[in-house]
């Protein structure tokens, strides 16, 4: 029992119902995933491939999403480069060493995945192993900016002040640091292709900070680095971009097989923009999952409508999960769009 429809929609090809996975499906919402959380911290459990491994499992066995992603993070990368990275008890990702001047970012060493990250070529090899074609596998990175906000502000960020400050007053700096960043963007996700990731996602979480001039200028060529790298790698390449509905066009540009959407925009307004030679993702508020469940099935149905079963719809939410999100409302809406959706 293969189910590819997860890849024939990236590919644009009829399938029998639109299929779903959720961004940041695999975490803490699940009393399962809590159970061996518990146990361990984040960074281990990313480093040991048998817990990545089960993790990632999860929410398939449990949601029946047609799509499984790696339990891994966009932050892993940085330690090869240089970066101390650590998880903070309730505070997200921090870096002792931020990123600020050209020789910070002379310093970043630009090494192979298989070097720095051995452990998630490990994972991928598993997984394609124990879900033995179940449903396809996605790998996926951060983006060259959400890299680099991480990399300059020491952590997330509100306003992006180091980061605008660097794009502003030293440009040079900034140019050289995108241009290392999605070097080794490009080698991570190349290495996740080769240990067998079916797909790759390149998250942009954080670059709807940036006025639509300035993300052309200090940001697409850099982006599209990556995603022209990964053009002869046989496998579909999703771009997802954060809060740019503002800029659809030139995150379509960058590239990608598939354009995530987020929820601030409606899904056939931005499929009109960007095109209907490529394929969609998305596009629920993840909060609509706090509602009841009457409420998930009729916002399913009218993001259904609005993909008027044109081949190249993967449905999906707008940005990741919230941790607080009750179990049986994720259910619901798998089994909504799948129902829904039937062709
Ligand atoms: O989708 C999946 O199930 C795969 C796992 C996944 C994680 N992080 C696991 C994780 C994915 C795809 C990511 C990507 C990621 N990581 C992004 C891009 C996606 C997005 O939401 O925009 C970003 C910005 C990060 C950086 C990051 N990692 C932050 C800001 C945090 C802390 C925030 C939080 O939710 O607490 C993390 C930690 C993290 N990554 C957790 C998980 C399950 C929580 C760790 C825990 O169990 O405490």
Redesign the pocket.
Known sequence: MFNDRFLKACRREEVDYTPVW???????YMPE?MEI?NKS??LT??KTPEIACE??LQ?VNRLGVDAA???????LPLDGMGINLA?AK????VISNPVRTAKDVENIRVIDAEEATPYVMEAIKLLRKELEGRVPLIG?S?APF?IAS?IIEGG?SKEYKNCKTMMFRAPEVWHSLMEKISEVLLRYLKAQIKAGAQAV?M?D??VGALAPVDYATYVLPYSKYVLDGLKDEGVPVIH?A?NASSMLELVAEAGGDVIGLDWRINLDVAWKRIGYDRAVQGNLDPFTLFGTPKVIEEKVKRILAMAENRPGHIFNLG???N?ETPVENVIALVEAVHKYSRR
């Open positions: 959720l961004m940041r499906q695999a975490g803490r995933y959380r911290d984040f459990m990313c993790v990632t929410p992603i790696l339990f891994a993070d966009i932050l998880f309730n505070e997200g990702p996926f951060g959400t991480y997330g996602q998250f979480s954080w997802f954060n940005h990741g999960i941790k």
